[in-house]
């Protein structure tokens, strides 16, 4: 009972954190952290992202894997 009624706190988006403006697609270090072991993008429920910077996310993990800079999926 007394677990349905505590709220968890939203993790801060890590980019509004590090005053990031622009997601860069070349940033393979970064972006590795929101790619799990399969090679899936993470959701914003897990990673903590606003809504803004994970859609900037999203387009940044794709032009990466074009680019094969990230895998499309895991070895």
């Not at 952290?33 to 897990?46: A, I, W, Y």
């Not at 606003?50 to 894997?65: D, E, F, N, Y």
Request: proline share 4%.
């Amino acid at each position: 009972m007394a677990r349905k009624d505590r709220r968890r706190r939203r993790k801060p988006c890590q980019f509004c954190v590090d005053k990031v403006r622009y997601v860069d697609y070349k940033d393979v270090v970064r972006l590795r952290r929101f790619v799990n072991e399969r090679g899936k993008m993470l959701p914003r429920r897990m990673t903590g992202n606003c809504a803004g910077h994970q859609r900037q996310l999203t387009v940044a993990i794709k032009r990466s894997r074009m680019l094969a800079l990230l895998p499309f999926v895991a070895e």
